[in-house]
């Protein structure tokens, strides 16, 4: 990601300035493609993993956001259940990244790209096929 730039949303500065920082649209979308059935989990590195065992969730993990200049890039990295049908998932991931961070920010997203980087077999499928 570039530097931590910061999104001016407001028009009138009357008032002041108001500035998302992108740790808040990451945070947006991850919480957003959680939401779609079919998402099992989304890609972290080690550090978050390492993190999450500790107790803190990071709600971001699997996500990276791009400032550019023609608007905002969002990559998701994400792992699906098993028997659901990948561009069905990935199209509802997309479209609810893109309502949240428009409810939320009034921002509008460039690019919404969808990375499926595996799928999650059911644990509980595989001890019934053990026992069988």
């Known amino acids: 990601m570039q530097e ?7 028009e009138d500065t009357s008032l002041g300035n108001v500035e998302i920082a992108p740790e808040v649209i990451e945070v947006i979308a991850g919480i957003a493609a959680n939401e779609v059935s079919g998402v099992a989990q989304m890609r972290g590195n080690f550090a978050s993993n390492v993190t999450e065992r500790f107790g803190k969730k990071n709600h971001g993990k699997g996500i990276k956001v791009e400032l550019t200049d023609k ?3 969002i990559d ?5 259940d098993y028997g659901v049908s990948i ?3 990935a199209q509802q991931i997309q479209d609810n990244i893109r309502q949240a961070i ?12 969808v990375h499926i980087v595996g799928v999650q077999i059911d644990k509980e499928e595989d001890t019934n096929l053990d026992e069988a």
């Open 4 to 10: 931590n730039h910061l999104l001016k949303v407001s």
């Open 71 to 73: 608007g905002i890039k």
């Open 102 to 113: 428009k409810n939320m920010t009034a921002l509008e997203i460039e690019e919404v790209n």
């Open 87 to 89: 561009p069905k998932v």
């Open 76 to 80: 998701t990295f994400s792992v699906l």
